[in-house]
C-alpha cells in the first residue's frame, strides 16, 4: 500500500494523545473494517507489522503508579510488532505504527502510542507473535471524552506537554535560506512527530541531496528506544515531502545516524 500522502499530511497536526476513552461511543463496523484495512495493508517492511485487537480486557494497560495514569475506556487496541533479527526495526515499527496512528486520526478516532506502560503478555495472548518476533508498543483506539480530565491533563506534562523544540534547535547541516520547500515542510511535519515523553530525541541534518536523520541526545532511553522515535518522525518527513510532490527513499543507518531521505531527481 503506498503512502496517503495528503490524508496522513492533515492527520498530522490534528493527532494528540489521548488517553480517556468514553466507554459509551462505541466505534462503527465500517471505521473498524477501514483500520483494519490499513494495519493488514501498510506493511512497507518485512520486519515491522501492526493487528488491530478489538475485544480486548482493561488490563492490557498499565497505570505509571497502581492504575494511575492508566489507559480507560475502550476495548480496541492496535499491537505494533517487530521482527528482533532486523537491525533497524526500532525505526521501521516507529515508521509503520505512526502511519497506523495517522489513519486512525483521519478516520476521527483518538490514539496514544503507548510502549511503557502496558502488559505484553496480555498482547501476545490475544494475537500471534513468532518467537523472533516482540509487541513494541501498543495505541489504545476509541473516542476520548471531549474534554481533558484532571488525571489526563497531568499525564500529558508527565509528557512534558504538547511543546515541541523549535528547528534551530534539531537542524544542522545547509543553512536555512538555501533550503527548498519540500525540506522545510518535511522538517516542520518531522518537528510535530510525538515521542516517548516528548523527548523529541531526533537531529536533521540537510544536505543538498536528502536529509538524515541522526539521535541528537543522549541519556538514558528508558526502555523505549529513541530510534523508534526517530522512525516516527521519518514517516512524517515523508509524508510532508510527498505531499509537496517530492518522493524519495531511505538508506538506514548505523548509530547514531538513523537513516537518510533522499529524493528522486
Ligand atoms: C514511542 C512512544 C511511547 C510512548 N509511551 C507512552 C506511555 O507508555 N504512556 C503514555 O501515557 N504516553 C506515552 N507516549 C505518548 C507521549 O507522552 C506523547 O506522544 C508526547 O508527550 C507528545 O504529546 P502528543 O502525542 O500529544 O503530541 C508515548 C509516545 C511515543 C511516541
Request: hydrophobic letters at 40%; a neutral charge.
Amino acid at each position: 500500500m503506498e503512502i496517503s500522502f495528503s490524508t496522513w499530511h492533515a492527520a498530522i497536526g490534528k493527532r494528540r494523545s489521548r488517553r480517556r476513552f468514553d466507554p459509551d461511543l462505541p466505534i462503527a463496523p465500517e471505521t473498524l473494517a477501514a483500520l483494519e484495512k490499513v494495519c493488514n495493508q501498510f506493511t512497507p517492511f518485512a520486519s515491522a507489522r501492526s493487528r488491530l485487537v478489538t475485544e480486548s480486557y482493561e488490563n492490557v494497560f498499565k497505570g505509571v503508579i497502581g492504575n494511575y495514569g492508566k489507559i480507560k475506556g475502550t476495548q480496541t487496541f492496535i499491537a505494533f510488532i517487530g521482527d528482533m533479527d532486523d537491525e533497524f526495526v526500532q525505526e521501521k515499527v516507529g515508521y509503520t505504527g505512526e502511519a497506523i496512528i495517522l489513519e486512525a486520526t483521519a478516520l476521527g478516532l483518538n490514539t496514544c502510542w503507548v510502549a511503557g506502560f502496558f502488559r505484553p503478555e496480555v498482547v501476545t495472548s490475544l494475537i500471534e507473535v513468532a518467537k523472533n518476533e516482540q509487541v513494541m508498543a501498543i495505541t489504545p483506539v476509541g473516542y476520548a471524552h471531549e474534554h481533558e480530565s484532571w488525571e489526563e491533563k497531568l499525564m500529558s506534562r508527565f509528557g512534558r506537554s504538547h511543546n515541541r523544540l523549535p528547528l534551530s534547535r534539531l537542524v544542522r547541516g545547509l543553512p536555512k535560506e538555501q533550503w527548498p520547500n519540500w525540506v522545510s515542510v518535511s522538517l516542520e511535519a518531522a518537528r510535530l512527530a510525538p515521542s516517548a515523553v516528548n523527548r523529541q530525541p531526533w537531529g536533521f541534518d540537510v544536505q543538498d541531496d536528502g536529509i538524515t536523520v541522526f539521535v541528537r541526545t543522549s541519556g538514558p532511553e528508558f526502555n523505549v528506544s529513541k530510534r523508534l522515535d526517530c522512525g516516527i518522525a521519518m514517516l512524517h518527513m515523508e509524508v510532508a515531502a510527498a505531499n509537496s510532490g517530492c518522493k524519495g527513499e531511505w538508506e538506514f543507518l548505523p548509530s547514531p545516524q538513523v537513516a537518510k531521505f533522499s529524493i528522486h531527481q
